[in-house]
Nanobody, 124 residues
Framework: QVQLVESGGGLMQAGGSLRLSCAASGRTFSSGAMGWFRQAPGKEREFVAYMALSSGSTYYANSMKGRFTISRDNAKNTVYLQMNSLKPEDTAVYYC?????????????????WGQGTQVTVSS
């Protein structure tokens, strides 16, 4: 059974930075893919970032390019989301997700496992 546990969320002023962590257990970190999504109140869950674990290839939603960075630590079985230049519109619950396949996907339904989410609140 794959388990994903996010941490690192919190309250930050606009322009600040946060680093989210997603610790994975029950799966190898050499295959498949990991993604970060977010969901604001009253909105659908949206794609943030993706990493193919075998190649390390990354993709980002357009609004996050240049501000957010997905990375990993294989020894710790952990994926990170570094978020810089935060904006109030970045306020949401952030989820990490894992999928068995490594084809790039922005759709939540393509992911097999989900964490419980961590709240990020950015004040203006």
């Amino acid at each position: 059974q794959v388990q994903l546990v996010e941490s690192g969320g919190g309250l930050m002023q606009a322009g600040g930075s946060l680093r989210l962590s997603c610790a994975a257990s029950g799966r190898t970190f050499s295959s498949g893919a990991m993604g970060w999504f977010r969901q604001a109140p009253g909105k659908e869950r949206e794609f943030v970032a993706y990493m193919a674990l075998s190649s390390g290839s990354t993709y980002y939603a357009n609004s996050m390019k240049g501000r957010f960075t997905i990375s990993r630590d294989n020894a710790k079985n952990t994926v990170y989301l570094q978020m810089n230049s935060l904006k109030p519109e970045d306020t949401a619950v952030y989820y990490c997700a894992a999928r068995e396949g490594n084809t790039y996907s922005v759709y939540p339904r393509s992911y097999d496992y989900w964490g419980q989410g961590t709240q990020v609140t950015v004040s203006s």
